[in-house]
């Protein structure tokens, strides 16, 4: 069975531009986390979508956006990006429904803004 | 909202001692509680888990972690490290929510 999986693998962006990173959950998991892992801020969660509904949202401005498709799989936009927008982000993928499931998670994406 | 405190960022334990790593969390109602471990450039893998079904849990690679609810804490326990275990270390609580609040992670090291 395949695992997490999220591209691309590394992001290299100016200040300003858009990044879009990308992110497939287990088959048959329905929910999918982004979490932004900073340096020296720890992971921090972003956002979570649940059947193709954004369900909930961390302490991050409007410019980090993202959706889920029919299939599961979701993306992560981040607009007009700031130097301190330089992390990894993971996505982490969990089956729906009532209850805090087990959150399986991806390899990440690094993001880099130069 | 809910909080995790893991007790020191970095841990140095030689090969064979006990990993004690410690994880206090801040709810007037137990959460759900986690470990992960994340090794070097890789993504985060579930050590285990608490769900209140037992306040001892029992987890891969040997770790295991107690709830006590007086003392709002789940250390994370090994009796013998060995020097594949030497990655950073995760607390975990979710709530009602559905969302995981992270603690800011303790890096163990393990000495020969």
């Known amino acids: 069975e395949a695992g997490v999986t999220q591209s691309p693998t590394h992001l290299i962006k100016t200040r300003g531009q858009q990044a879009t990173l990308r992110c497939s959950p287990i088959?048959?998991?329905?929910?999918v986390y982004w979490y932004q892992q900073a340096l020296g801020l720890g992971l921090q969660f972003l956002l979570w979508y649940d059947e193709g509904e954004e369900r909930n949202r961390g302490n991050f401005p409007p410019r980090f956006s993202g959706r889920q498709f029919p299939n599961y799989s979701s993306e992560l936009n981040v607009n007009a990006l700031e130097l301190e927008d330089s992390a990894l982000y993971l996505c982490?993928?969990?089956?729906?429904?009532?209850?805090?499931?087990?959150?399986?998670f991806g390899p990440g994406t690094r993001l880099t803004v130069l | 909202a809910q909080s995790v405190t893991q007790l020191g960022s970095h841990v140095s334990v030689s090969e064979g001692a006990l990993v004690l790593l410690r994880c206090n969390y801040s709810?007037?109602?137990?959460?759900?509680l986690f470990w992960y471990v994340q090794y070097p450039n890789q993504g985060l893998q579930l050590l285990l888990k608490?769900?209140?079904?037992?306040?001892l849990v029992k987890g891969i690679n040997g770790f295991e972690a107690e709830f006590k609810k007086s003392e709002t804490s789940f250390h994370l326990t090994k009796p013998s490290a060995h020097m594949s275990d030497a990655a950073e270390y995760f607390c975990a609580a979710g709530g009602s929510n559905y969302k995981l609040t992270f603690g800011k992670g303790t890096l163990l090291t393990v000495n020969p």
């Open positions: 608490y769900t209140s079904a037992a306040t």
């Open positions: 088959s048959g998991h329905t929910s």
């Open positions: 709810s007037s109602v137990p959460p759900y």
């Open positions: 982490a993928g969990t089956l729906g429904g009532q209850g805090m499931n087990e959150q399986f």
